[in-house]
């Protein structure tokens, strides 16, 4: 079981706003930065958010992040189909000295 | 930038694997690089970082003991040790660049390459 929880699915209608939340711990998100990636199937992660609420160059402004204590969000406005994929979140675990990911979360359009 | 692994392959329960990734398109040596696998129909998970001199190295408790990470800057390449493989690591391994630092801000992402461990 991961040290980040995140709902397995979530899903909405095009042109819908959703987030898809992301709950850690102090060790954690209450310590650093959240990156999000989007993989779709049979591909490699992309990142879309880096620390907490950068955006990358290339990456939708329908897509936002956002941290408050020891949780995390990814907010995705204007829902299109081409955004259905897996969404994770991620963040260095300062007790385990490494890397945490959350479980996914499915995202349906 | 592009990260190619390769490497994988199938591999009897018990044995050793080793993982390579050709980096290119940046200066190898200014980052430090992750390994994150994947295993088939799974989430992702983090398994080791290493600094860009080798200075540093992590790895997830359920590679400690068993798998070693290094890198060669001369020939931009990282690679990852596997010994003693259980059946549990049996997984889609990539090679990641940490963008900023060694905390895992991870941008660029290879392919990844299929290790499967199984009798």
């Avoid at chain 1, 958010?49 to 897509?63: C, D």
């Avoid at chain 2, 990539?94 to 199984?118: A, E, H, P």
Wanted: charged share 15%; aromatic share 10%; proline share 4%.
């Amino acid at each position: 079981q991961s040290l980040l929880t995140q709902p397995p699915s979530a899903s909405g209608t095009p042109g819908q706003r959703v987030i898809i939340s992301c709950s850690g711990g102090s060790s954690n998100i209450g310590s650093n930065t959240v990156n999000w990636y989007q993989q779709f199937p049979g591909t490699a992660p992309k990142v879309v958010i880096s620390t907490n609420s950068q955006r990358p160059s290339g990456v939708p402004g329908r897509f936002s992040g956002s941290k408050s204590g020891t949780s995390a969000s990814l907010a995705i406005s204007g829902l299109q189909s081409e955004d259905e994929a897996d969404y994770y979140c991620a963040a260095w675990d300062d007790n385990l000295n490494g890397l945490v990911f959350g479980g996914g979360t499915k995202l349906t359009v | 930038v592009q990260m190619v692994e390769s490497g994988g392959g199938l591999v009897q329960p018990g044995r050793s694997l080793r993982l390579s990734c050709a980096a290119s398109g940046f200066i190898f040596d200014d980052h430090a690089l992750h390994w994150v696998r994947q295993a088939p129909g799974r989430g992702l998970e983090w398994v080791s970082v290493i600094t860009w001199n080798g200075g540093r190295i992590a790895y997830a408790d359920s590679v400690k003991g068993r798998f070693i990470v290094s890198r060669d800057n001369a020939r931009n390449s990282l690679f990852l040790e596997m010994n003693s493989l259980r059946p549990d690591d049996t997984a889609l391994y990539f090679c990641v660049r940490d963008r900023s630092g060694y905390y895992g801000d991870l941008d660029y992402w290879g392919r990844g390459t299929l290790v499967t461990v199984s009798s």
